[in-house]
Each structure stands twice: as structure tokens, then as C-alpha cells.
């Protein structure tokens, strides 16, 4: 028991130090976007040309304030974050940014993919920590729903696409 626990802690180091060299950029080229966590314009959004978008083609940890529908589209109000392994429990330490928060729009066909707190604990047979499929609307729903200071606390990994459009979002497990 003790090895396997050694080696989930392992891989999960291992996991967290994999995507710290993915968001700081380092280990690859120097051609393209940075998916860093500098800090956005609050005038960015997922409208403006790709030229204008710094969000276009990277991978964003965010936390958010709000969620909501425009015009047939789900919007979210995100401000860039930071997460760190909590190895004491085998979880995340979510750390919010500061700064003021940036309205993105989800692609009509992104994927949402839900952990506990934000989709419940009500999902017989699975664990918290698994990603389940959620609808755009459902997202919604649950955000707003969802107790102040639990939604100031939950941080999402969002892709985008080359125009800064939201293609996934996937909560962080937060048991």
C-alpha cells in the first residue's frame, strides 16, 4: 500500500511538474503563442482577431466569477490563476489571480467536463475527481447556482482555439 501510494504521489508530481513546463513555455520552441499566465487587457475578448486575442491557441488555469448566455453563446468572466499540488493531501491548492476579469465565449461545440464541487456529488458510481460531460447550459446553471465563496474557490483549464474561442473547460477536482 505504501509503494502505491509513493507512485500515485509520483505521478502526480510528475503530472504537476509536466504541466508547469507546458504553461511557462519551457522545454519548447519559441515560435508561437506563450501559454503563460500573463497577466490580459480586460478589453481582450474572444471576438477580436486572433492577432488581438492573446488567449488564441493556448491553454489558460482560470478561476471565474460568472457564467452566462449572450446571443446563443456561453460567456465566462475568467481571470488567470495558478494551481499547485497540495502533496499533504493529494490534491489542489487553487491561488487566484489578481487583476480585473476577461469575458471569453465558448466555441457552440466546446466540451465541458465537470468535477466536484461544480457538478455535485451526485453521480452514482463515479468518483468526484472524474471529468463528466456537461451541456454549455448545464454549466451554466451549476456555476451560478453554486455557493459564492465554492465558485470563488473552483479553477478551470480552458483551451482555446486560434481565434480565442473556449474549445474545452474542465473544472479542477476540489473535494
Not at 497577466?39 to 486575442?53: I, L, Q
Request: with cysteine.
Amino acid at each position: 500500500m505504501h509503494a502505491s501510494r509513493r507512485r500515485a504521489t509520483l505521478r502526480l508530481l510528475t503530472f504537476a511538474a509536466l504541466g508547469a513546463l507546458a504553461l511557462t513555455g519551457c522545454g519548447g520552441t519559441t515560435e508561437g503563442p506563450s501559454a503563460t499566465s500573463s497577466p490580459v487587457p480586460a478589453t481582450a475578448t474572444a471576438t477580436a482577431p486572433a492577432a488581438e486575442n492573446p488567449f488564441a491557441g493556448t491553454k489558460r488555469f482560470v478561476t471565474t466569477d460568472r457564467a452566462w448566455t449572450e446571443g446563443g453563446l456561453t460567456k465566462l468572466s475568467v481571470r488567470s490563476a495558478e494551481k499547485k499540488v497540495n502533496t499533504r493531501f493529494d490534491t489542489w491548492e487553487i491561488v487566484p489571480g489578481t487583476g480585473e476579469f476577461v469575458t471569453v465565449t465558448l466555441a457552440k461545440d466546446a466540451r465541458v467536463l465537470l468535477t466536484v464541487p461544480i457538478r455535485g456529488d451526485d453521480a452514482p458510481g463515479t468518483s468526484g475527481g472524474e471529468p463528466l460531460p456537461a451541456s454549455q447550459a448545464e454549466f451554466v446553471t451549476l456555476l451560478t447556482q453554486l455557493d459564492p465563496r465554492t465558485r470563488e474557490g473552483a479553477g478551470f483549464d480552458l483551451s482555446f482555439d486560434g481565434e480565442g474561442r473556449v474549445t474545452k473547460v474542465q473544472s479542477l477536482y476540489k473535494p
